[in-house]
């Protein structure tokens, strides 16, 4: 078992751009009536505090969610995250974050569902003590599965509403976790091709990422958006992430615009140096760029 805790890096500069987008694609499924259904196949605890000893260890939240709070005015698709910090902070003051159950949970309506996978059992029992302490929603709607996300994900597509989101959001502290990240999707899309993925991916000084990212694009999915923000140069001692990347397949479609808009300002607002920067790419590009060139 690894030792990964999210408590050391809640709200830091890749949780912005991972909740952004998530709480993006799930205000997009807000929009219509029919029911669906989110799976977390790699949950966390649900929600952080901010002043805990292993939160504050680290710090992260100060270079990241920190800098977005100084009353200056925000692009829409960070004002909807903010929104939710906020929400999940009733005093107005931001000492606790919410993760992605805790997003999850809080877009349901009543014939929603919410499928959580956490196989830490530590930090399953934190997040099921986090859930029960939400109330009444969380019991009826929500499943939390002690078990292994990439494994178990099959089993729940697809979703009987046939419609959602799966959000696949693992610590890669385990390099296959890379490997098994393309697989899952892959399987995923076999069952549920209709079906919204969010995965989330490090930047670090390492092969893995990059060809992920590069398998990712070429997986043949259709619909599908990539971004990555970058705050630094990668470290030296290749220890600690310098960026992060989300892709989405079957993104809404307003995500694109939102991310053009929000991901220069982002790079302002999170640089640690002057290698910090952005991309947006997209499968409408890809298919230009093939089209440009004859393929
Ligand atoms: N999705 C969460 C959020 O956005 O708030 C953060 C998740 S954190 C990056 C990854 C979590 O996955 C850790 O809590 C870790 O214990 C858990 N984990 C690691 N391997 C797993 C696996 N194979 N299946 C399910 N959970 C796993």
Redo the contacts with the bound molecule.
């Keep these: 078992m690894?030792s990964?805790?999210?408590a050391f890096?809640?709200g830091n500069h890749a949780?912005v751009l991972?909740?952004a987008v998530?709480v993006h694609i799930l205000r997009h499924l807000n929009l219509k009536p029919a029911p669906y259904w989110v799976v977390?196949?790699?949950?966390?605890?649900?929600v952080?505090d901010l002043a805990s000893d292993w939160a504050v260890k680290n710090g992260e939240f100060a270079d990241g969610l920190d800098r977005l709070l100084d009353g200056e005015p925000v692009p829409p698709l960070i004002e909807d995250y903010l929104d939710e910090v906020q929400r999940c902070n009733a005093d107005g003051i931001a000492n606790f974050y919410?993760?992605?159950?805790?997003?999850a949970l809080h877009s349901l309506r009543e014939r929603d569902r919410l499928r959580l996978?956490?196989?830490?059992p530590s930090?399953a029992d934190v997040l099921r003590r986090n859930l029960r302490s939400q109330g009444r929603p969380a019991q009826r709607q929500v499943t939390v599965y002690e078990?292994?996300?990439?494994?178990?994900l099959k089993a729940l597509l697809p979703p009987p509403t046939r419609r959602g989101v799966v959000?696949i959001?693992?610590?890669y502290?385990?390099k296959t976790?890379y490997r098994?990240t393309l697989n899952a999707l892959r399987e995923g899309l076999k069952r549920f091709a209709t079906g919204c993925y969010a995965v989330?991916y490090p930047l670090v000084p390492r092969r893995e990422p990059q060809e992920l990212a590069r398998s990712l694009e070429h997986l043949g999915c259709g619909d599908w958006l990539h971004a990555t923000l970058t705050v630094r140069k990668p470290a030296a001692d290749g220890h600690g992430l310098h960026g992060s990347g989300m892709f989405v397949v079957n993104p809404p479609w307003t995500l694109h615009a939102q991310l053009q808009q929000a991901l220069p300002w982002l790079r302002d607002k999170l640089a640690l140096d002057e290698r910090a920067a952005w991309t947006l790419t997209g499968s409408q590009d890809a298919a230009a760029q093939a089209g440009m060139t004859g393929r």
């Design positions: 690894f990964y805790r999210h890096h809640a949780d991972k909740h998530f977390d196949t790699h949950a966390g605890a649900g952080y919410p993760g992605s159950p805790w997003l996978f956490e196989q830490h930090e078990a292994d996300g990439f494994e178990g959000l959001d693992p610590s502290e385990d976790d098994r989330w």
